[in-house]
């Protein structure tokens, strides 16, 4: 196991530097690994080049097998550690969906699922089930994950919105007012603002605004009435309650993205996953809120 931790560390970063820093051992010790490695396999996995190593053809495929097998144990291990029947479910979720709309709903489901000890990891950036000990994500976008299976959960319907000062400061009744503010941008849907227009009847470039990462960040810098932003409905449920956000034309953007539940293709059948699946299926048949069809 250790030459195999070693030669996957090294394999991820074609570095033997980089990879003694990951498992916290010296270079000399990652080199000697690797080499009783390749001296049991009789097979040469790196070319060493001057200082720099590169994965051969043989060494590139069995870093692929190696990875997921490791990933195996990595699993196996932890459902051993927590001592539960039901297992781990390991789930990356979407930080403003997992904090607004999921966290709130989540205790009924471990009410129902006592025996199933849950982990979470907060991913804005695309995943990789391959490198990743995942066993499910909530991905908004499309079904196009490869080695996977997606499950649709919902649709959204976005808005544009600010706050109630700055609304009364300009009123707008045409969304060509909406040119006239500072429209604030979301980087994960660069292109929401231009959508929104085009769908409008309007073909005009938009202004560029601020640029914000997450929908909790931007939700709070258009209640700090910093300009407009367009946002899911169902995310800032609270503001517009609240008061803190106002509506500025009801004229919803339904998107061809949407939220699916995305499994590797052999954990789709994993118990916590199917638990899971089912969970999150009936919870959204039986509410209001957005599309689910």
Avoid: C
Wanted: glycine share 6%; hydrophobic share 45%.
């Amino acid at each position: 196991m250790s030459m195999l931790q070693a030669f996957d560390a090294a394999a991820r970063n074609e570095s033997f530097t980089e990879a003694a820093a990951d498992l916290g051992l010296t270079q000399g010790a990652i080199s000697r690994q690797v080499r009783a490695l390749e001296l049991q396999l009789d097979a040469r996995l790196f070319a060493r080049v001057g200082k720099t190593v590169r994965l051969t053809e043989t060494g590139r495929r069995y870093a692929q097998d190696v990875e997921k097998a490791l990933q195996t144990v990595r699993l196996a291990s932890l459902d051993a550690m927590t001592h539960r029947r039901g297992g781990t479910l390991n789930l990356a979720i979407l930080p403003t969906f997992g904090t607004r709309w999921l966290m709130p709903r989540f205790p009924a489901f471990l009410r129902a699922h006592p025996e199933i000890t849950v982990n979470f990891a907060t991913k804005l950036s695309p995943f990789d089930f391959k490198k990743e000990d995942l066993h499910a994500a909530i991905h908004y976008g499309q079904t196009d994950w490869p080695d996977s299976r997606s499950t649709f959960l919902m649709r959204e319907e976005t808005v544009p919105v600010g706050a109630p000062a700055l609304l009364r400061e300009r009123q707008s009744s045409h969304p060509a007012d909406l040119y006239e503010l500072p429209l604030l941008q979301l980087a994960t849907r660069p292109r929401a603002w231009q959508e929104g227009f085009r769908v409008a009847g309007l073909d005009r470039p938009v202004p560029v605004g601020m640029v914000f990462e997450q929908i909790a960040t931007i939700a709070q810098a258009t209640v700090a009435g910093l300009g407009l932003a367009l946002l899911p409905r169902f995310l800032i449920e609270n503001e517009l309650r609240r008061g803190e956000l106002q509506v500025v034309l009801d004229r919803p953007l339904k998107s061809s993205f949407a939220y699916y539940l995305v499994t590797p293709t052999d954990r789709a059948d994993y118990a916590p996953v199917v638990a899971f699946r089912h969970w999150l299926l009936e919870l959204i048949g039986a509410q209001d809120g957005p599309e689910t069809a």
